[in-house]
């Protein structure tokens, strides 16, 4: 089993819908999280934390449910804009310190 | 913000050359990571480093190895380059205690070996 899973997708929807992703984790040591967004042939972004107590950033929402272990985000109203591949990343600490694993991520086409 | 340079944005090379792509980072981040994005495959980390002169392997190191020799540099070469190596090769660095701060990416490089 991977260590991050996320639907692949692509998931079409018309402009102005509301769309959520998912993603999996299977370590439960995992300290952080993040959702990371990337635009055809360009490289990763951070597009937000994700908290234990939820946090949104305008039309963006992010939960975490530790103990099914897995992380979600919400888009409201989405745009044209927001058509890429959304990456689901986690923080997990071993022996080197911090490893971020990547999730192979979600792939949103916004249509007109 | 947080910039993070990759020398060559496409780079074709031939079988068995040695190639070498080059990251620096200018926000004096402890951490530096070399991945490689294919289809269908996600990001997969080569290698990392936590401090200069250190590197650590990733999960799939065979046919690569690193250098930092500065803090701000971090190079990955490949010794003797395979067509199975063509890829999106992307850098990234944090600061020492990165939980709330992401990663930063360089635009990448796409290299093709042929």
């Known amino acids: 089993r991977k260590e991050v899973e996320q639907d692949p997708g692509p998931f079409n929807v018309p402009e102005g819908a509301t769309v959520a992703f998912n993603c999996t984790y299977s370590n439960s040591a995992s300290q952080s999280f993040f959702w990371y967004r990337q635009d055809c042939r360009k490289e990763p972004k951070l597009l937000m934390s994700?908290?234990?107590s939820g946090n949104e950033d305008g039309r963006f929402t992010a939960q975490l449910n530790r103990a099914s272990q897995y992380i979600s985000l919400l888009i409201r109203d989405s745009k044209l804009s927001d058509s890429a591949t959304y990456l689901c990343v986690v923080i997990i600490r071993d022996n080197y310190g911090q490893n971020f694993v990547f999730g192979p991520g979600t792939r949103l086409s916004v249509l007109p | 913000d947080v910039k993070v340079t990759q020398s060559s944005r496409y780079l074709v090379k031939r079988t068995g050359e040695k190639v070498f792509l080059e990251c620096v980072q200018d926000m004096d981040h402890e951490n530096m990571f070399w991945y490689r994005q294919d289809p269908g495959l996600g990001l997969r980390l080569i290698y990392f480093s936590y401090d200069v002169k250190m590197k650590e392997k990733g999960d799939i190191p065979e046919g690569y190895s690193v250098s930092r020799e500065k803090k701000e540099r971090f190079s990955l070469i490949l010794e003797s380059a395979s067509t199975n190596q063509t890829s999106m090769y992307l850098c990234a660095s944090s600061p020492g205690q990165a939980s709330f701060y992401g990663y930063t990416f360089g635009s990448g490089t796409r290299l093709t070996v042929v």
């Open positions: 994700v908290y234990s």
